[in-house]
């Protein structure tokens, strides 16, 4: 679409006329003559808009053509490539054989083929309209400048873009509404993708070809110069992007060109200097002659290509790589690291590092990445590092902060680029930036721990050439080898107190210790063998470390996927499963072995046994079988029964109850020796436990017992609780017994903690493991019994009185124990008999009110009473924190009643009122509870928001009224300012999704309308609403409404506003009313004036009709809606609880007396829309959710 260009006419007649120093040139377009666009008359404009159209037209059918690579070969045989972007965009035909094309065409006319590559970046940049060119060898300078200019023509809607391109200058033309799909090289789907594949190929390929013919001609770089340098300066982004990628492609091509120049003036200089030496001295003949000029000229090529190069960094990158848009500096910053790396000589000096130091800064973090990435390809050449001294004086500090950088993947770039400078460049990174460095290990964004371990191995197991060689030369050194980095590696996490969960560790350093963890062998023989010297021998703490060390390393070696918080399981291929399995294997032979030995030696640490009894649930329990090791199975069985015996400690007995769970499994061939123990364990356990009960109620019915009978029955309920939890029971009857010990406690009391505690749960577990029995009775299809269910029944009920009566215990652990399987039983109980279930009806039950009120009454004072009290704030850290760990465990509890509906939801009040105050160690819980309410029940979820600002507001009232502080404003205390933002976090708790909450906003306005504007007032001023604050309370609602719904609140308000109101309307005690109203009609205009007068716009508030409507429910009933227009005295609140005066499922409105053409525009928007979606309604609309029964036009 160029036209051949024409020289430009004489200058001196211009002048002469006042005019600029030259006028364009005519250009030939299509055999018509085209005007210079600037000084066209209107006619002409319009035919030039008209090309341009036509243009735009042909490009969109050949790019819909181009676009449909899946199209059958005969439809794509008949698009004809003419134009250099066609072929580009199509990519049929090899790059090298296109360029090759044009390369022939530059060569017979080379102003022809210029404007041909012109056009074609032209048309990259999707400019859909036509480009003209003009000489201008005969104009000034000055008068070209004046020629470089951009404009819109409102005129005809074109723009204009005026190029200098050596020797033209190009004007081009486009119509100012480009496609909204975008230009090229941005559009989505892939066979845009591809053409920008191409178009970067095409640049580069063209490069490549014309670097042995025309690329130093001193014509073709010029014009490609000086036509992206004036693109890149172009107020259109397609221009600016388009153009900024070909030049920063054009210099890596040209890069390159001058890596490859290096050899051909090494090979000219060896064939001249061997030409040299046969030519006798003083003589030189015409081959000497021709290689010395071949010499001269390929040493002469590069300063040529610096020049380019030179001259596109200076036209392109310097202008445009701060540009406002992201992609176009990420194209600058990504090239100029490959220049850095690829051609250091030129371009590895300050000059140019301070662009990539200065983008670190750039608040885009693609762009960030981009300037790490391009460092860290320098510094892992250590060759390049000793010429960025000043860069790393200069941005070093920069590139360490990053690693806290609020992106995962830029902080993991520089942690990398960090890692290298610590490698590569000494005394560079500072002892303590290291250290800061070294606690990442244990961050949560996996990629990054896992960079930070790489880090702290090679700082941490570093050794010096020499030593690393001798540790790997002798076998024997193994052992002595690994006990060296395993005590760096200890000594780092005891003093280093970031974390104290040893699993991040390991997992951090799991893919860089060279085999360390995972040498079994070595880790169990430091455990086993005593050291042979002194200073070989671990500490007690060592060792602890140690063995959390293997049992984590085991966890990782069976499960193959990191731990909680670090990311899911990843997708194993054939061969990576293969070498899990074998693993395994290898890793369960060796503890197998040695596990019972391990057991034995440390049975009194309970830390490490602890630690130890984890490591056999990942067993590959078939290695005992197949390896014939079942004698090491009755080893590891008699360990775990000595310390059921041993110890009291919870985590233990509960780890040799999982174990014996696991190993007693159905479907193994272990199952019968296992069973056997796990029997023959419990029988010793229930017989002590029988023994020392009867003794109990024998001893003066238990008032004579010694205490040290007391400690042992409180340790065998501990073993026997710890076993009930994984193992059933029923038949030893311990239930039964517990039972009586918490009957006992009940009437008399006096017995410890320790021993209620585990009888409470123990009875717990033995209540639930009958009620799964009847289950899988009723499963097998032969039901339990009426007469075991009605005994069942009366257990439960007996459980359940007792843990009422416990609530009052005057032990907070035992109460707080009692709550918690209190709230669980009664989840259990709420869903008996329900569906297939109806014979387990006898034993639903649902809490009272009166057990509802002492549940709410317990939480606030366990949960939330204790919070101001001063020895809560002075407690040290952790017991500070496991006091809030237990409250959180008793609000969960409750909150799953009020989630399942086991109790009314209208208890969760009590809970949110603290939802502020408590935020920072409940606010998840506080949340979650809200989230599931409003799933069950939408209406009554919003009903329990706004009764719980009703409330406080009330408290605020009655201290406000009782402290008598008249001269302060009700609004602008801090307790009033703490309930508003309480609402605000209420209003955020609905989403972005305004159609789901649409009836729960509107029923938290209604009800705060309705609080508001009843009661009796307090004021002096008789007709200010005693509640009227409360509007600037349910004001941070209003956003959540949508426009109609905004205009059937401000109805509904209106009709709450009397004439008296309007006329004191005035002062700062009705600013909540203004605030109110500027939130449903969307004006921040507050003055009195502007707000009592549109007040007085509104209907007066005795008129009878303004709009009636039925509505139809779901359930195919009709309600009555009366819309504002009926007077208050008639209004029903109790029965219209639920908004009914608002239509808010209606699809349309429709009138039977009157048409929407008479009526007041505004109301003819709202009777259209007020049921409607925020979009416009749909021309398919129905009349069967709502009619309109009369509508009184007057009094609208």
Not at 804 to 829: G, M, P, R, T
Request: charged share 25%; hydrophobic share 35%.
């Amino acid at each position: 679409m160029i036209a051949e260009p024409s020289p430009a006419p004489d200058t001196s007649q211009k002048e002469s006329d006042g005019q600029e120093a030259a006028e364009p040139a005519s250009a030939v377009q299509n055999g018509g003559f085209v005007k210079n666009p600037c000084n066209l008359t209107p006619k002409e404009r319009r035919k030039v808009q008209e090309q341009c159209d036509n243009v735009r037209k042909k490009n969109i059918s050949s790019r819909k053509r181009s676009s449909h690579p899946e199209s059958s070969e005969d439809e794509v045989e008949e698009v004809e490539a003419v134009t250099l972007f066609e072929v580009v965009s199509l990519g049929k035909r090899a790059m090298q054989s296109v360029v090759d094309d044009w390369i022939e065409a530059y060569k017979e006319d080379r102003d022809l083929a210029l404007l041909d590559l012109i056009h074609f970046f032209i048309q990259c940049s999707g400019c859909q309209g036509m480009v003209t060119a003009e000489m201008y060898k005969s104009l000034h300078s000055s008068d070209i400048l004046k020629k470089m200019i951009e404009k819109f023509d409102e005129e005809t809607g074109l723009q204009y873009k005026r190029i200098m391109a050596r020797p033209w200058i190009l004007t081009v033309t486009w119509p100012m509404e480009l496609e909204d799909e975008g230009y090229p090289i941005v559009k989505p789907g892939p066979h845009w993708k591809k053409f920008k594949a191409n178009f970067c190929e095409f640049t580069a390929v063209l490069i490549q070809q014309c670097q042995y013919s025309i690329l130093y001609d001193g014509y073709l770089m010029n014009t490609i110069t000086s036509l992206l340098s004036g693109l890149t300066g172009s107020v259109v982004r397609a221009f600016r992007h388009t153009s900024t990628l070909a030049a920063v492609k054009l210099v890596t091509a040209l890069v390159s060109v001058i890596q490859n120049l290096d050899v051909s003036i090494h090979n000219a200089q060896q064939l001249y200097e061997v030409e040299k030496n046969r030519t006798p001295e003083g003589e030189n003949g015409p081959r000497l002659d021709e290689l010395d000029r071949k010499r001269k000229e390929c040493q002469q090529k590069p300063v040529e290509i610096e020049n380019m190069m030179n001259a596109l960094f200076k036209g392109t990158f310097v202008q445009r790589y701060r540009d406002v848009i992201p992609e176009i500096r990420i194209v600058c910053i990504e090239e100029m690291g490959s220049w850095l790396k690829l051609y250091p000589n030129m371009f590895l000096n300050d000059s140019y590092l301070k662009y990539l130091g200065w983008m670190l800064y750039d608040k885009q973090a693609e762009v960030r990445l981009k300037c790490l990435q391009g460092l860290r390809g320098l510094y892992e050449h250590k060759e390049l590092i000793f010429k960025m001294g000043l860069f790393n004086t200069r941005f070093k500090s920069r590139i360490v902060s990053m690693t806290t950088d609020k992106e995962p993947e830029v902080a993991v770039e520089a942690m990398k680029l960090v890692m290298l400078m610590v490698l590569h460049c000494e005394n560079t990174v500072s002892s303590e930036e290291c250290e800061a460095m070294y606690h990442f290990v244990y961050a949560t964004y996996r990629p990054l721990a896992v960079v930070a371990g790489e880090l702290l191995c090679k700082r941490l197991f570093c050794l010096p050439q020499g030593e690393e060689d001798a540790s790997h030369s002798k076998k024997k050194n193994k052992l002595v080898y690994s006990l060296g980095r395993l005590k760096k590696l200890i000594t780092f996490f005891l003093s280093h107190g970031f974390h104290k969960h040893v699993t991040y560790l390991v997992d951090s350093l799991w893919d860089w210790e060279d085999g360390l963890l995972r040498d079994w062998e070595c880790l169990t023989n430091l455990l086993r063998d005593k050291p042979m010297r002194k200073e070989e021998a671990f500490t007690d703490a060592q060792e602890s470390v140690l063995v959390e060390i293997i049992a984590a390393a085991v966890r990782q070696t069976a499960e193959g996927h990191p731990p909680v918080g670090r990311g899911g399981r990843k997708t194993l291929s054939a061969k990576e499963k293969r070498v899990h399995v074998e693993e395994c294997i290898r890793m369960t032979e060796r503890f197998i072995v040695v596990l019972p030995e391990l057991l034995a030696k440390y049975s009194s640490d309970i830390e490490k046994v602890t630690n130890f009894l984890q490591i056999p649930q990942y067993y590959n329990l078939n290695v005992y079988v197949a390896g014939r090791l079942e004698k090491y199975l009755d080893a590891l069985l008699k360990e775990m029964k000595e310390l059921v015996h041993r110890h009291t400690d919870l985590n233990i007995l509960e780890a040799c109850s999982k174990i014996y769970g696991i190993l007693s499994d159905d479907q193994l061939t272990l199952h019968p020796v296992v069973s056997v123990a796990l029997h023959q364990l419990i029988d010793e356990m229930a017989k002590d436990f029988s023994h020392l009960l009867d003794e109990f109620f024998q001893e003066e019915e238990g008032f004579g017992v010694s205490e040290e009978h007391i400690i042992r029955m409180s340790c065998i309920l501990k073993r026997l609780t710890a076993f009930h939890n994984a193992h059933d029971l029923t038949s030893w009857h311990i239930g039964d017994r517990t039972l009586k010990i918490l009957n006992f406690e009940k009437e008399n009391g006096g017995l410890p903690a320790e021993t209620l505690i585990p009888a409470l749960e123990c009875s717990y577990f033995a209540l639930l493991w009958k009620l799964e029995l009847a289950t899988e009775s009723l499963v097998a299809e032969k039901p339990p019994t009426q007469e075991s269910l009605s005994e069942l029944n009366e257990q439960m009920v007996c459980f359940r009185l007792i843990c009422e009566a416990y609530l009052n215990h005057h032990n907070k652990d035992v109460s707080e124990k009692a709550f918690i399987l209190l709230c669980d039983l009664l989840i259990v109980l709420s869903h008996q008999g329900v569906d297939k279930d109806e014979d387990f009806s006898v034993l639903k039950f649902l809490p009272d009110h009166d057990l509802q009120s002492r549940m709410i009454e317990f939480v606030k004072d366990h949960v939330f009473g204790e919070n101001s009290l001063p020895e809560e704030m002075n407690r040290e850290e952790a017991h500070r924190l496991e006091s809030i760990y237990k409250k959180r465990i008793v609000l969960a509890e409750y909150c799953k009643l009020i989630a399942y509906n086991v109790v009314e939801m209208m208890t969760a009040v009590e809970i949110y009122k603290h939802y502020m105050q408590t935020y920072h160690d409940f606010g998840d819980i506080i949340k979650e509870t809200i989230n599931r309410t409003r799933h069950n029940n939408r209406i009554e979820s919003a009903r329990t928001l706004i009764v719980c600002l009703q409330e406080l507001y009330q408290n605020h009232m009655a201290t406000y009224c009782n402290n008598n502080s008249r001269k302060k404003q009700i609004d602008s205390s801090a307790s009033f300012a703490s309930i508003k933002e309480l609402a605000r976090r209420f209003s955020l708790t609905f989403g972005w999704d305004q159609m789901n909450s649409r009836e729960s906003i509107a029923m938290i306005h209604k009800e705060g309308i309705d609080f508001a504007f009843h009661g009796n007032s307090q004021d002096i001023d008789y007709y200010l609403p005693p509640n009227l604050t409360f509007l600037a309370i349910i004001s941070e609602f209003s956003n959540k409404l949508l426009k109609p719904d905004k205009k059937l609140v401000y109805y509904y308000l209106q009709e709450f506003v009397t004439d008296h109101m309007l006329l004191t309307c005035k002062g700062e005690k009705w600013h909540p009313l203004y605030c109110y109203r500027s939130s449903l009609i969307g004006t921040d205009d507050d003055a009195e004036s502007t707000i009592a007068s549109s007040f007085r716009e509104w209907p007066p508030a005795d008129r009878s009709k303004v709009f009636a409507t039925k509505r139809k429910f779901s359930d195919e009933s009709i309600v009555d809606i009366s819309l504002p227009g009926s007077s208050r005295q008639t209004m029903d609140l109790q029965s219209d609880s639920h908004l009914s005066y608002f239509s808010w499922k209606s699809k349309t409105v429709t009138s039977e007396e009157n048409t929407l053409d008479e009526l007041d525009p505004a109301v003819q928007d709202t009777s259209s829309r007020m049921g409607d979606s925020p979009e416009s309604l749909s021309e398919e609309q129905t009349e069967d959710d709502i009619d309109v029964v009369e509508t009184d036009e007057g009094n609208l």
